[in-house]
């Protein structure tokens, strides 16, 4: 729940070049070496006040191992002779495959004495599917952060969607909340926004397949009617088996949807070959229904400010915030829900190497445990440790980051710019951008905090808040089929045949209804043998009854 600016730009920073920063490897007794996907994986200098902060509050010698090639980079540390001491890791998948290989300490539980952060919720009723899966024989494999509640959602441009209801006679409050009145909304914006048919300029929908995939519109379209339709995180179990939108029905329904968008021209016509970075016409205001964070508001206002900061057009009420449509009728449970990230967040834990060293222990333990936070939704309260406010923000390291109260929100604000803050010194973040990996190994998009680059709170900020409160706020299902191991190989074919069969049946305007029942039922039964999605429902039924999920 905060705007992401600089973390964007850093993220697409290290996705564009793939960089990778290490520190020198520690030697001392109370050195520590930490392992982590970062942000902007690039190297500190000696000065680092960040760094120094954990030595002074916690006697470690902490260096990061920041990569954006995580995968490899595990491979490296793991088969070198300084191996990592903390480690944190960004899926269950990866984790596991170490922890298979017994380079992590196998139980938790003799140290949870030194964490009361982490013990006081670790048998609460939010975290216990989190645990089950972290246990095993009366051992605790891991520690965890709490699963990051949805971000993204879907944004309707409220301006029209009032035009559109006053045209039709609808009442103020009319909102899409089944996929034929999402249509009917669409059909709306091809007409009353394209002056000229001949030359269409603005869509309902939009995506960025990059040739390879459905983009968002895999993401949020078959939940109008069942679950995600991308392996393995699709995949469910439901009474005594396991599920997947090929076997559910729901798959059927959303190619149907697809392909009515596709033909009417609803949507962008480079929806499936453009980049995310290409999705101009959203930001320029040529876009009706998008999937995005809060943040669609701020990059939006940002396309109408001149270089001088001056607004050209107010754009902070164009984007509001909707539940998703469901399709009438339907018996299918997962309907309408967001798609929860997993059933916990980062996975942290610590080298057999590491635990050698009781003291050294010890202080990890009390490390970990500050950096640890939570949001207690029957109190509607955040608890963030000290150390999280100070690693992950800099408040209590760096002069001028401070937290501000927001009137009529248990929020916090943070301003992350010298500039706006009137301050004669950067902030040591802005010049050593690879600072602000101290904060990703444990951090949170449900910590309370909003972040900004303006002296104060204002409307774009605020706007930005009450979208991801009300996404973070919507009922969701974890996507369980992340804990899913399959083999890469099968799973990828699996994964870009779908994708094939998608664009295909989307896109080729020849097929009555007879031939997409047709070629439907055909790939179906293509699906489930040649492209071994029984073994795969087989394997996940299996997977999940060892998790203790099934």
């Known amino acids: 729940m905060k705007l992401k600016r600089l973390t964007v730009a850093l993220t697409a920073f290290l996705v564009a070049f793939g960089t990778v920063g290490c520190t020198t490897p520690p030697k001392g007794e109370n050195d520590v070496l930490l392992l982590l996907q970062g942000w902007t994986n690039t190297p500190t200098d000696s000065q680092d006040p960040y760094k120094k902060y954990i030595s002074d509050s916690f006697g470690l010698n902490v260096s990061l191992n920041a990569s954006s090639d995580f995968d490899n980079a595990c491979v490296v540390a793991f088969q070198s002779s300084n191996r990592p001491d903390i480690v944190s890791f960004p899926d269950y998948t990866t984790f596991q495959k170490y922890f298979k ?22 048998d609460s009723a939010q975290q216990a599917s989190a645990k089950q899966i972290f246990s095993a024989g009366g051992k605790l494999s891991a520690l965890w952060t709490p699963a990051e509640p949805p971000v993204w959602s879907l944004k309707i441009r409220e301006d029209w969607l009032t035009q559109f209801r006053a045209e039709k006679s609808y009442a ?29 300029d603005v869509f309902a929908f939009t995506s960025a397949g990059g040739s390879n995939s459905l983009g968002v519109l895999g993401t949020w379209l078959p939940l109008m009617y069942g679950a995600v339709s991308v392996a393995p995180f699709g995949f469910y179990p439901e009474g005594d088996e396991v599920k997947f939108s090929t076997t559910d029905g729901s798959y059927k329904q959303m190619l149907e949807f697809l392909r009515t968008v596709v033909q009417e021209q609803l949507i962008e016509p480079t929806w499936y070959s453009q980049q995310f970075a290409d999705k101009h016409r959203t930001y320029q205001g040529k876009i009706a229904i998008e999937w995005l964070p809060g943040s669609v508001t701020d990059y939006t206002q940002a396309e109408f400010t001149d270089a001088d900061g ?14 998703l449509p469901v399709q009438p009728g339907t018996a299918n449970t997962r309907a309408g829900n967001m798609p929860g990230p997993g059933l916990a967040g980062k996975i942290i834990t610590v080298s057999k190497k590491a635990a050698l060293n009781a003291d050294k222990m010890r202080k990890i333990c009390a490390l970990i445990d500050a950096c640890y936070s939570r949001y207690d939704a029957e109190t509607d309260t955040y608890a963030r440790g000290s150390a999280y406010d100070a690693l992950r923000w800099g408040v209590g390291i760096e002069d001028g980051l401070a937290y501000a109260d927001i009137a009529g929100a248990n929020l916090k604000y943070i301003n992350t710019s010298s500039v706006s803050a009137g301050r004669g010194e950067r902030y040591y973040r802005e010049k050593q951008t690879g ?38 706020n919507m009922a969701a299902k974890p996507e369980i089929g992340a804990y899913l191991q399959f083999p890469a190989a099968d799973l990828n074919e699996m994964v870009n045949e779908m994708v094939a069969f998608e664009y295909g049946y989307a896109t080729q305007s020849g097929w009555d209804s007879s031939e997409r029942e047709t070629r439907y039922n055909a790939f179906i039964q293509r699906w489930r043998t040649s492209l071994k999605g029984n073994d795969f429902l087989a394997s996940a039924a299996e997977q999940f009854r060892s998790l203790g999920l099934f």
């Open 101 to 122: 290989q017994s380079v992590l300490i196998d139980d938790w539980t003799p140290y949870l004495q030194y964490m009361p952060n982490f013990s006081s919720v670790i």
């Open 172 to 200: 103020a409050a009319w909102a899409p909340t089944t996929p034929d009145m999402l249509l009917e909304f669409a059909r709306w914006i091809k007409t009353a926004k394209n002056p000229n048919q001949a030359a269409l």
């Open 310 to 323: 001056n607004v050209t057009q107010d754009t902070t009420d164009w984007w509001e915030t909707y539940d």
């Open 435 to 472: 600072a602000w990996d101290w904060g990703a190994w444990f951090s949170s998009t449900n910590d309370g905090i909003i972040q900004g680059n303006k002296s104060e709170v204002d409307a774009i900020v605020l706007k930005v808040a009450q979208h991801n409160v009300k996404t973070a």
